[in-house]
C-alpha cells in the first residue's frame, strides 16, 4: 500500500515542483520581457556618424571615442540631471559641483526635455572646444541666460559665479572671501556699460563721419556743376 503510494505521491511533488518551476520561470520571463521593453523605451539611438561629423567640427574617429566613453556612463544612450551632477562631481570632489552642474546641464538640454542626448553632448562640446568667438559667446550667454529671456541680470550673473566658486571649493588661491562673487559681478556690469557707452560713441562717430563725407562730396559736386 505504502510501495504503491509513495510513488504516487512523489509524482504529485513532483508536478507541483515543475509547475512552481514553470510559473517562476514564466515570472522571470515576463519580468525580463518588461525590462527589454522598459529599456527599449528609453534606449536613444544617435543619429548616424556622417550626420554628426558634418554638424560637428570632430572627426568620425572622435566621434567613435566620444561615443564609446559616453554609453560607458549612460548605457540608455540619454543622460538626466542626477546623473550629469554625479559624473561631473567627480571631475571636483573638493567642492559642491551641483549647483553649476545643474546650470551646466540645462545649457546642454538645448531643446529642454529633461536629459541630454549625445548629439546635445557632442554639439555643446563642439562649440566650446572648437567653435569661433562668437558661438562660444552665444553658448556662453545662454548658460547665464538662467530664465531664457535674452537677458543677463546682476542675479543671474551672481548665481552663476556663487556656483562655480562653490565647485572650486577651498582649493582657491589666494582664499576667496564670500563677497567676492558680488564683487567681479559688479565689475563685469562696469565694464560693459562703458563697453556699451564706448559702442554707442563710435557709432556716433560713424554716423558724423559718414555725414562729412556725403557733405563734402555734395560740395565738390557742385563746385564740378557750377564750373562745368
Known amino acids: 500500500m505504502n510501495l504503491k503510494t509513495e510513488p504516487g505521491i512523489r509524482t504529485k ?104 542626448s549625445f548629439e546635445d553632448f557632442v554639439m555643446g562640446l563642439s562649440i566650446l572646444l572648437r567653435g569661433t568667438v562668437q558661438e562660444k559667446l552665444n553658448w556662453a550667454f545662454n548658460l547665464y541666460d538662467i530664465n531664457k529671456d535674452g537677458y543677463i541680470t546682476k542675479e543671474e550673473m551672481l548665481d552663476i559665479m556663487k556656483a562655480i566658486y562653490d565647485m572650486m571649493g577651498k582649493c582657491t588661491y589666494p582664499v576667496l572671501k564670500e563677497e567676492t562673487p558680488r564683487q567681479h559681478v559688479e565689475v563685469f556690469f562696469q565694464a560693459s556699460r562703458q563697453l556699451a557707452d564706448f559702442t554707442v560713441l563710435c557709432t556716433r562717430l560713424q554716423k558724423t563721419f559718414i555725414s562729412l563725407l556725403l557733405s563734402a562730396s555734395n560740395r565738390r559736386w557742385i563746385r564740378t556743376k557750377t564750373a562745368w
Not at 520561470?25 to 534606449?43: C, F, G, Q, T, Y
Not at 556622417?50 to 566621434?63: D, G, I, N, P, Y
Open 13 to 116: 511533488a513532483t508536478t507541483r515542483g515543475r509547475l512552481i518551476g514553470i510559473q517562476t520561470n514564466s515570472a522571470i520571463n515576463k519580468n525580463s520581457v518588461e525590462d527589454e521593453l522598459e529599456l527599449s523605451a528609453v534606449r536613444h539611438r544617435p543619429e548616424g556618424l556622417e550626420q554628426l561629423e558634418a554638424q560637428t567640427r570632430f572627426s568620425r574617429k572622435e566621434l567613435q571615442i566620444l561615443y564609446r566613453g559616453f554609453k560607458n556612463e549612460c548605457p540608455s544612450g540619454v543622460v538626466n540631471e542626477d546623473t550629469f551632477k554625479d559624473i561631473y562631481a567627480q571631475f571636483f570632489p573638493q567642492g559642491d559641483a551641483s549647483t553649476y552642474a545643474h546650470f551646466l546641464f540645462n545649457a546642454f538640454d538645448t531643446d529642454h526635455n529633461g536629459s541630454v
